[in-house]
Structures are given as structure tokens and as C-alpha cells.
């Protein structure tokens, strides 16, 4: 549970609110407790929600499919008005963790477990289905543990399989990776069978660790779901076949939820009997703990959480003001209130409105360099007004730590540069957390800089995974999260309201790759090696490239790699005997050597190209001289040589004592972006959701590109900038300029 934030109120619906249990784009969920004493979990949804017609029925929906269940597996409803300004419901509270948290920290499941756990949901859902109801998201997240058994949750998609009111053919309606083939195909007739089908997989990841569709890309995972077999390794023999079964693409061919539950709880236990390993045991009983449904480690983490709802501290009420509290400043612990701080938690109501910035000559129209600040975009000594920090979420120390400090010097170098304005109506600071490219330390990382109230938005991550992986992390928090490297284009389409990508997605690469093959390489003949081993990023260029040639009636080789394989001589065999005369790899750098070396041996004459995984200097030292002559497309400059970053290259070598490296001046532009938005007409009044909006709003001129995004997505949109060439050229990456978009000539 997390404590409650400024902008939260301390009472809600009558309910003391007590701490937060989760939170999306969508709403929060609170721990609360009712006028009678009772811990629940009270789900409110955001006022702009509730102004839709079509949410606000979801949500009705839902709670009155909880008020027909009658399930002891299914987490009781205590009471709800979905017709409130924002609705809420409150269902009894469990104070296990979820199954996908229990498996992330603690591993797989034991059969004993596994098979209660599925015994149980399979009762949840036929009572579910027994009034005509099919849940369709059953997934890890809403499966939550308690000592006498799991507990079924989030009716929010929940309907009658006849009823296709909000519903129409073609939306996909559940979580990729554990909804049916049915469902993937966004058939409107999905039904109990699919929820067996969801009860499979949160199985099989029970048990194995790992979801039997694997990860990936939404798309990846819709394919797998329709077209693959589960892998079903690690999912104990005894469970395997049964769980199989479920996982039947045909849905006529799994077993009901009654048979499930049946078959499952062939060797009787009532997990019930679990109380007994909470207390002393009488004499003649056994041990405490042998009939135990969870492993000790579960046992004990529900009973903390259970003893520390019953040592909740109190809570203020929140007020309205409408003057900004004291400003917490850098050096002061997150989440710390100053000595300046006003003693009860504050929140700003602001409005946000669009806001229009451009260079207005690049560097000129800022103050001169002066000094090095520190380092650290701290105020001086006498500044005055607020502070401000810009944070940043990078790789560095991992793998991808010469791009993540490139970008931690371009926002120190924009933050120094503002800091040395003696006029300014703010000082900036720069705040930053290393999750050393790992998306399991990505959370954690952007909780740091959640919880920290003066830092205002965020730049960053600088991977795709653990972009992913923290991207829930700050939409909850409202905090503006500004991409510079990622270039997942899922990123864009996960309903967040404060993401914004800041360079085009990995599918509109292709489109400069088509350009430059069929324009200056002249090439008739594309062959395309998809690489299995890259996943997402490898299906987001190889299908946009295949899909955009084949519309042009582009001639086209397509050939998919195994992630195992090694030996490229097969793929270019099938390559050449198709006719291609040139080569693009949809892979990272490691695969792109070996065939490059595979090119090279052959005397392949074509053009050889790739987009930016390939942009890194391992491909020059693993490659060596079978580097030359690939081109590389990537939304990234070299400041170090462009003529339009020339002022910025300059102050950057004085600043640092180095060429500036790639995405350095990428996260110049983004920090001078959020600066000019935060001088705006509501400086001095700003929030993280006001903005966010200003941004997504806004409209700047870079160096490197000019910034506008879809109000909507946050995704940048596309001009003829921002997109460059890099050719291999005797062991090094040159240079090339912009890339075109359109085939000339």
C-alpha cells in the first residue's frame, strides 16, 4: 500500500480513506474504512471518466454483476453509487497481495497450491456464469490471495454474452496474453468458455513463472494467442494435461468451469482449513501450517498486511487552496514536507490551456552559458520564487548507459542555461534515478520520482522495456513522462494520459527505410530478415515495412529467423534465390553482425540497411570491415557535426569537455520543451496534470525536430524531420544528415 498523496482527499462517500492500493489511468483504488469500522477497497473513478456516457454504464455494470455474486471466491460488495460525481464501490477488503505480485516475488506456485487456486476460481466463475455472466479479463492482477483462499475481482468488463450494446466486432476486450482466441479476434460472442480459457493461463503462470503465450508486444501476443501453442513448460505433470484443455484454440473443446472445478479438486482439501496455521494449535492437532493452501512465505506476508490494517495512523483532511504550498526543495527527503510547508496536505486547482513555443533562433534567445551551476541545476544562492525539478529516469550504468548520461547532460545543460537568467520566474533542479536498463528495477525507480512532490515531469526511460514497465507507475501519478530513446509503439497506444513520445515509433522507420532503398540505393527488390530473438521491435519493422512495400506493389522477400539460429547462410540463400538486391535486418546489433560477416563471405553487391538497434558501436567491433556500407536509419542527430546543432555542440564541449554523444541534444530539446511550457501563462500555478496537458498541447521548434503531439496519445506527430541517415564508413558511424521521408527522383 502507498500513503496518500497531496491531491488525494482524506474522505470520500463516508469512508476514511487510509492509504492507496493501486491506481490507473482510469482511477484509484483506496484502502478505506467504513462508518462502521470496516477496511474495504474503495474504487473511485476520475470526474473525466465519469462525464462518459459509455464509462459511467461500464461502471454501473459493474457494480451490479458484484451485487448478483454470491461466490465466497469472489471479493464481497459492500456498498457503491455509480450515479455519484465520481462513482465508487467498495468491496470487502483482502489484504493478500495479487497472484501476479505473489509469482514475481516468490516464484511459481506448488501443486497443492495450484490446485486449490484453480478449484476455487473455477467455482468463482461458475457461479458467475450460472447467472449469466462471463467476466472476460481473468488475469493475475485480479486474482488476490487471503489465508482461506484466492479471491476473484474487477468485474468492470463483465456482461451477459448476448448483450453486445458496448461492445462491437473487432474491439479486443481483456488483458493480451490471457485472453481467449476468441477474444483476440474481437469476436462479439465470446463467452464462458473464454473465461476457462483466461483460468488456463493465469494457471500455467501460476505454476510456470511465465504467461504461456510469452511477452511482448500487443500485437506479438494477440498473434501467438490465435496462431501458437501454449508453452506449457514448467507447469507440474499433473496439472499440465488439464490446463492444456482449457488452453483448446477451439472454445467448444474446453471443459466448463463446473467440470474444472471438479476435476481440479480430485484430491480434496478446504483451504479454509488454512485458519489453523494462524493459530495454536490444540493438543493432539498437527503442526500449524499442514494443511496450509499457500507456502509459508504467502502465509506470512497476507498476515502483515493483515496486522498492519490495524495500526493505520490517522488522517487530516485535505484542503483547497488556492495559493501553492511551500515548495519543497531538492535536497529535502521525497515525499518530506519543509520547514516552510504548510502543515496540512494542499493541492492546486489550475486549469491548463495549449501553449505555443518555438527556438526564436536557437540558442540565442537564451542567456548566455554561465558558470557550470554546480552540476546539478540547483538555485543560486539568491534566486527566488519557486523550484522546479525536472527528473530523469535512465539507464546509467547498465548496458545503455552511454545514451542514458547523454541524456542526463543535454537536461543539465538546458537547466544550467536557464538557471543563469538573473530574471527568471523559477529555478529548475535536476532529480535522477538509475534503473541500470533492468525493467524489474523500473518501477521502483519511477516511485522515487513519483513521490517526490517538486519534481514536475520526467524524461526518460531510456529503453523500451523499462519505459513499459514504469509507464503505469507515472500515469497513476499524473506525472508527465517525456520518451526520448523508446520507440515501442505500444507505448503510445496504452491509454496513458501523461506519456509523450518524443521521437516517431519504431513502425514509421520503415517508411524512411523504403525511401532510402528504393531512392538513392535503387534497389527492386527488398529482402527483409525478421529476428526472432529482437521480438517486438523486430515485428514492428519487418511487418511496417513489408505492409507499406506490398501497398506500393513493391517486390518483397520476407524471411523469419529463429532466436536460436546463428548460421545466416539459409536465410541468405532463401534471401538471393528470391531475388533481393537488398537486405534490411529487423534486429539488434549482436544478430547484425553475424550477418553482415554472412554478407560480406558471399560478396553480396545490394544495399544493406537497419534502423537504430543497430546504431551501436558493438555492431563496429563485432562486425569489423563487414560493418562497411550499412546504413542506418534513426531518430537521432550527431550534434557533434550538424550545422543546426552547432551552438548547442559548442556550449555542450565547454560544459563537459566532450563531443556531445547520441540522444544528448534529443534531451536538450525535450528540457528546453518542458522549461518554455513551465514559463507559460500559468507559471507559477502549475500542476503535473496542467502540465501534462500543456504539453501535449504545445508546439516547439528543436534543434533535432519540431514537438507537437496528439492531444490524445501523447505520440509525436510526423513532419520531414527527426529522422537521420548513418552509413559504416571505415569502422565508424558517419554522419548523413536528415533522412527523406519520400523516395526522390
Same mark, same amino acid.
Given at each position: 500500500?502507498?500513503?496518500?498523496?497531496?491531491?488525494?482527499?482524506?474522505?470520500?462517500?463516508?469512508?476514511?480513506?487510509?492509504?492507496?492500493?493501486?491506481?490507473?489511468?482510469?482511477?484509484?483504488?483506496?484502502?478505506?474504512?467504513?462508518? /462502521?469500522?470496516?477496511?474495504?477497497?474503495?474504487?473511485?473513478?476520475?470526474?473525466?471518466?465519469?462525464?462518459?456516457?459509455?464509462?459511467?454504464?461500464?461502471?454501473?455494470?459493474?457494480?451490479?454483476?458484484?451485487?448478483?455474486?454470491?461466490?465466497?471466491?469472489?471479493?464481497?460488495?459492500?456498498?457503491?453509487?455509480?450515479?455519484?460525481?465520481?462513482?465508487?464501490?467498495?468491496?470487502?477488503?483482502?489484504?493478500?497481495?495479487?497472484?501476479?505480485?505473489?509469482?514475481?516475488?516468490?516464484?511459481?506456485?506448488?501443486?497443492?497450491?495450484?490446485?486449490?487456486?484453480?478449484?476455487?476460481?473455477?467455482?468463482?466463475?461458475?457461479?458467475?456464469?450460472?447467472?449469466?455472466?462471463?467476466?472476460?479479463?481473468?488475469?493475475?492482477?485480479?486474482?488476490?490471495?487471503?489465508?482461506?483462499?484466492?479471491?476473484?475481482?474487477?468485474?468492470?468488463?463483465?456482461?451477459?454474452?448476448?448483450?453486445?450494446?458496448?461492445?462491437?466486432?473487432?474491439?479486443?476486450?481483456?488483458?493480451?496474453?490471457?485472453?481467449?482466441?476468441?477474444?483476440?479476434?474481437?469476436?462479439?460472442?465470446?463467452?464462458?468458455?473464454?473465461?476457462?480459457?483466461?483460468?488456463?493461463?493465469?494457471?500455467?503462470?501460476?505454476?510456470?513463472?511465465?504467461?504461456?503465450?510469452?511477452?511482448?508486444?500487443?500485437?506479438?501476443?494477440?498473434?501467438?494467442?490465435?496462431?501458437?501453442?501454449?508453452?506449457?513448460?514448467?507447469?507440474?505433470?499433473?496439472?499440465?494435461?488439464?490446463?492444456?484443455?482449457?488452453?483448446?484454440?477451439?472454445?467448444?473443446?474446453?471443459?466448463?468451469?463446473?467440470?474444472?472445478?471438479?476435476?481440479?479438486?480430485?484430491?480434496?482439501?478446504?483451504?479454509?482449513?488454512?485458519?489453523?496455521?494462524?493459530?495454536?494449535?490444540?493438543?493432539?492437532?498437527?503442526?500449524?501450517?499442514?494443511?496450509?493452501?499457500?507456502?509459508?512465505?504467502?502465509?506470512?506476508?497476507?498476515?502483515?498486511?493483515?496486522?498492519?490494517?490495524?495500526?493505520?495512523?490517522?488522517?487530516?483532511?485535505?484542503?483547497?487552496?488556492?495559493?501553492?504550498?511551500?515548495?519543497?526543495?531538492?535536497?529535502?527527503?521525497?515525499?518530506?514536507?519543509?520547514?516552510?510547508?504548510?502543515?496540512?496536505?494542499?493541492?492546486?486547482?489550475?486549469?491548463?490551456?495549449?501553449?505555443?513555443?518555438?527556438?526564436?533562433?536557437?540558442?540565442?534567445?537564451?542567456?548566455?552559458?554561465?558558470?557550470?551551476?554546480?552540476?546539478?541545476?540547483?538555485?543560486?544562492?539568491?534566486?527566488?520564487?519557486?523550484?522546479?525539478?525536472?527528473?530523469?529516469?535512465?539507464?546509467?550504468?547498465?548496458?545503455?548507459?552511454?545514451?542514458?548520461?547523454?541524456?542526463?547532460?543535454?537536461?543539465?545543460?538546458?537547466?544550467?542555461?536557464?538557471?543563469?537568467?538573473?530574471?527568471?520566474?523559477?529555478?529548475?533542479?535536476?532529480?535522477?534515478?538509475?534503473?541500470?536498463?533492468?525493467?524489474?528495477?523500473?518501477?521502483?525507480?519511477?516511485?522515487?520520482?513519483?513521490?517526490?512532490?517538486?519534481?514536475?515531469?520526467?524524461?526518460?526511460?531510456?529503453?523500451?522495456?523499462?519505459?513499459?514497465?514504469?509507464?503505469?507507475?507515472?500515469?497513476?501519478?499524473?506525472?508527465?513522462?517525456?520518451?526520448?530513446?523508446?520507440?515501442?509503439?505500444?507505448?503510445?497506444?496504452?491509454?496513458?494520459?501523461?506519456?509523450?513520445?518524443?521521437?516517431?515509433?519504431?513502425?514509421?522507420?520503415?517508411?524512411?527505410?523504403?525511401?532510402?532503398?528504393?531512392?538513392?540505393?535503387?534497389?527492386?527488390?527488398?529482402?527483409?530478415?525478421?529476428?526472432?530473438?529482437?521480438?517486438?521491435?523486430?515485428?514492428?519493422?519487418?511487418?511496417?515495412?513489408?505492409?507499406?512495400?506490398?501497398?506500393?506493389?513493391?517486390?518483397?522477400?520476407?524471411?523469419?529467423?529463429?532466436?536460436?539460429?546463428?548460421?545466416?547462410?539459409?536465410?541468405?540463400?532463401?534471401?538471393?534465390?528470391?531475388?533481393?538486391?537488398?537486405?534490411?535486418?529487423?534486429?539488434?546489433?549482436?544478430?547484425?553482425?553475424?550477418?553482415?560477416?554472412?554478407?560480406?563471405?558471399?560478396?553480396?553487391?545490394?544495399?544493406?540497411?537497419?534502423?537504430?538497434?543497430?546504431?551501436?558501436?558493438?555492431?563496429?567491433?563485432?562486425?569489423?570491415?563487414?560493418?562497411?556500407?550499412?546504413?542506418?536509419?534513426?531518430?537521432?542527430?550527431?550534434?557533434?557535426?550538424?550545422?543546426?546543432?552547432?551552438?548547442?555542440?559548442?556550449?555542450?564541449?565547454?560544459?563537459?569537455?566532450?563531443?556531445?554523444?547520441?540522444?544528448?541534444?534529443?534531451?536538450?530539446?525535450?528540457?528546453?520543451?518542458?522549461?518554455?511550457?513551465?514559463? /507559460?501563462?500559468?507559471?507559477?500555478?502549475?500542476?503535473?496534470?496542467?502540465?501534462?496537458?500543456?504539453?501535449?498541447?504545445?508546439?516547439?521548434?528543436?534543434?533535432?525536430?519540431?514537438?507537437?503531439?496528439?492531444?490524445?496519445?501523447?505520440?509525436?506527430?510526423?513532419?520531414?524531420?527527426?529522422?537521420?541517415?548513418?552509413?559504416?564508413?571505415?569502422?565508424?558511424?558517419?554522419?548523413?544528415?536528415?533522412?527523406?521521408?519520400?523516395?526522390?527522383?
Amino acid at each position: 500500500m502507498e500513503p496518500l498523496r497531496t491531491s488525494d482527499p482524506s474522505r470520500l462517500a463516508g469512508h476514511r480513506l487510509l492509504g492507496r492500493l493501486g491506481a490507473g489511468g482510469m482511477g484509484v483504488v483506496y484502502l478505506a474504512r467504513s462508518a /462502521g469500522g470496516a477496511l474495504v477497497a474503495l474504487k473511485v473513478i476520475q470526474a473525466e471518466y465519469a462525464e462518459d456516457a459509455g464509462f459511467r454504464e461500464r461502471f454501473r455494470r459493474e457494480a451490479e454483476t458484484a451485487r448478483r455474486m454470491t461466490s465466497p471466491w469472489v471479493a464481497a460488495l459492500v456498498d457503491a453509487d455509480p450515479e455519484a460525481v465520481q462513482p465508487w464501490l467498495a468491496t470487502a477488503f483482502v489484504p493478500g497481495p495479487s497472484l501476479g505480485e505473489a509469482v514475481a516475488a516468490h516464484g511459481p506456485l506448488p501443486l497443492r497450491s495450484l490446485r486449490v487456486l484453480g478449484a476455487r476460481l473455477a467455482e468463482a466463475l461458475r457461479d458467475l456464469h450460472a447467472v449469466g455472466l462471463v467476466h472476460r479479463d481473468v488475469k493475475p492482477g485480479n486474482v488476490l490471495l487471503a489465508l482461506d483462499g484466492p479471491r476473484l475481482i474487477d468485474f468492470g468488463v463483465a456482461r451477459d454474452p448476448q448483450d453486445t450494446s458496448l461492445t462491437s466486432t473487432g474491439v479486443v476486450v481483456g488483458t493480451p496474453g490471457f485472453l481467449a482466441p476468441e477474444q483476440a479476434r474481437g469476436e462479439r460472442e465470446a463467452g464462458p468458455a473464454g473465461d476457462v480459457f483466461s483460468l488456463g493461463c493465469v494457471l500455467a503462470h501460476a505454476a510456470a513463472g511465465r504467461p504461456p503465450f510469452g511477452t511482448g508486444s500487443l500485437d506479438a501476443l494477440l498473434y501467438r494467442t490465435v496462431h501458437d501453442a501454449p508453452d506449457l513448460d514448467g507447469v507440474p505433470q499433473q496439472l499440465a494435461e488439464v490446463v492444456r484443455r482449457c488452453l483448446e484454440k477451439d472454445p467448444r473443446l474446453r471443459p466448463t468451469a463446473e467440470a474444472l472445478s471438479q476435476t481440479l479438486a480430485a484430491e480434496p482439501a478446504d483451504p479454509r482449513e488454512i485458519l489453523r496455521a494462524v493459530r495454536p494449535p490444540a493438543p493432539g492437532d498437527a503442526e500449524p501450517g499442514d494443511e496450509a493452501w499457500l507456502p509459508e512465505p504467502l502465509i506470512r506476508l497476507i498476515a502483515e498486511r493483515s496486522a498492519a490494517g490495524l495500526t493505520l495512523p490517522a488522517v487530516d483532511d485535505t484542503e483547497v487552496d488556492s495559493e501553492p504550498s511551500g515548495a519543497t526543495t531538492p535536497d529535502e527527503p521525497a515525499g518530506q514536507p519543509s520547514d516552510r510547508a504548510v502543515a496540512r496536505r494542499r493541492f492546486l486547482v489550475v486549469t491548463g490551456g495549449a501553449v505555443t513555443v518555438t527556438a526564436a533562433g536557437g540558442l540565442a534567445a537564451w542567456a548566455a552559458l554561465g558558470g557550470d551551476g554546480g552540476g546539478n541545476g540547483s538555485a543560486a544562492p539568491t534566486a527566488t520564487g519557486p523550484v522546479h525539478t525536472i527528473g530523469l529516469h535512465a539507464d546509467l550504468s547498465g548496458d545503455h548507459r552511454t545514451a542514458g548520461r547523454a541524456q542526463e547532460r543535454g537536461l543539465r545543460l538546458a537547466v544550467d542555461e536557464f538557471n543563469s537568467r538573473a530574471a527568471r520566474p523559477f529555478t529548475l533542479a535536476v532529480r535522477t534515478v538509475d534503473d541500470g536498463g533492468d525493467p524489474a528495477r523500473a518501477d521502483a525507480a519511477a516511485e522515487r520520482l513519483v513521490a517526490d512532490p517538486s519534481v514536475l515531469a520526467v524524461i526518460g526511460p531510456t529503453t523500451d522495456d523499462t519505459a513499459r514497465a514504469a509507464l503505469a507507475t507515472y500515469d497513476a501519478a499524473s506525472l508527465p513522462l517525456v520518451a526520448v530513446s523508446p520507440g515501442a509503439t505500444v507505448l503510445s497506444v496504452m491509454g496513458s494520459r501523461s506519456f509523450l513520445h518524443a521521437r516517431v515509433t519504431d513502425t514509421v522507420l520503415p517508411f524512411y527505410l523504403k525511401a532510402y532503398l528504393l531512392g538513392a540505393a535503387k534497389s527492386r527488390t527488398i529482402g527483409i530478415v525478421d529476428d526472432r530473438a529482437a521480438d517486438a521491435y523486430a515485428w514492428e519493422i519487418s511487418s511496417s515495412l513489408s505492409r507499406t512495400l506490398h501497398q506500393d506493389r513493391q517486390p518483397v522477400v520476407p524471411k523469419v529467423v529463429s532466436a536460436l539460429r546463428k548460421d545466416f547462410g539459409p536465410t541468405l540463400d532463401a534471401l538471393l534465390d528470391g531475388g533481393a538486391d537488398s537486405v534490411v535486418f529487423a534486429g539488434y546489433h549482436d544478430r547484425a553482425a553475424l550477418l553482415a560477416r554472412e554478407l560480406k563471405h558471399r560478396g553480396f553487391p545490394g544495399a544493406r540497411a537497419a534502423a537504430q538497434g543497430v546504431l551501436d558501436d558493438r555492431f563496429l567491433s563485432a562486425a569489423g570491415d563487414a560493418a562497411d556500407g550499412w546504413v542506418i536509419v534513426a531518430p537521432v542527430m550527431d550534434a557533434s557535426v550538424a550545422p543546426e546543432a552547432k551552438a548547442f555542440a559548442s556550449a555542450y564541449r565547454r560544459r563537459f569537455h566532450a563531443a556531445p554523444e547520441r540522444y544528448a541534444v534529443e534531451a536538450y530539446d525535450v528540457a528546453r520543451l518542458i522549461v518554455r511550457t513551465l514559463s /507559460g501563462p500559468a507559471a507559477g500555478r502549475v500542476t503535473r496534470q496542467s502540465l501534462t496537458a500543456a504539453l501535449r498541447a504545445a508546439s516547439y521548434q528543436g534543434i533535432t525536430k519540431n514537438f507537437a503531439f496528439d492531444k490524445k496519445t501523447g505520440s509525436l506527430v510526423i513532419d520531414a524531420r527527426g529522422v537521420y541517415l548513418w552509413k559504416v564508413d571505415g569502422g565508424r558511424f558517419r554522419y548523413e544528415g536528415a533522412a527523406p521521408l519520400r523516395v526522390s527522383g
